[in-house]
């Protein structure tokens, strides 16, 4: 089966500080790489430093964060303002998705304030590979893509 390529190359997928859990990781990079993208899987439980220090190095097109444990809307609310305090950051696309909180599907509550804090976009568990399939598709031609949600994308 032909595959669609992607239009951003260079990815750096990471978990955030508090969670252990890694096949989400797994699943992401391989998602990526399928489609012909470059990936940099840094792994569970990554300091928000180590997470700024690998976007200034390889300078992806996309950094996608990926986190189950529940902490993610605590742990992401933190690691993006980080991010966008850093000017040489400011501009670099983010992104998080997985189970934000541990509402089930009322995770989606936290999108608002994650979107409004910094992330381009926020996708939430399963039913956000969908919207972040999408979401690739569309970086060819924006400098910074529309909010969507896992939900409603
Ligand atoms: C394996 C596992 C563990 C292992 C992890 C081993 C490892 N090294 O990976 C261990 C035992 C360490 C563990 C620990 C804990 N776990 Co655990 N774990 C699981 C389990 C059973 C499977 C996770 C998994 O591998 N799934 C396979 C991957 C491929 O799927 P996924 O993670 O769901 O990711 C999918 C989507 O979420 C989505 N997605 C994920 N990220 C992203 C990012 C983007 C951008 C997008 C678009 C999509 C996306 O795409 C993926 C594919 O569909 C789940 C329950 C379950 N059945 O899901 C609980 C689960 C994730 N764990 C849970 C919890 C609570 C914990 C602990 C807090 C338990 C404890 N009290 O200690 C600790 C946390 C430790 C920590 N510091 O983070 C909860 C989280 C609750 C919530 N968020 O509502 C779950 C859901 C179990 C439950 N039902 O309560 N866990």
Redesign the pocket.
Known sequence: MSQVMLPAKRFVVSSVS???????LV??QLLLEEQGAEVTNLG??VPDELIVEECRRTRPDVL???????HGHLDGLRLIRRIRSEPDLADLRV?????L??R?AENIVYAEELALSGFDAV?E??G??D??QEFLATLENADRPALTS?AAA
């Open positions: 508090s969670d252990a859990h890694m096949w989400n699943f992401l569970a439980c996608v964060i990926s986190t189950v444990n529940g992104v998080i998705g997985g189970k909180g541990v089930g996708f568990a399963d956000g590979i919207g972040f896992g």
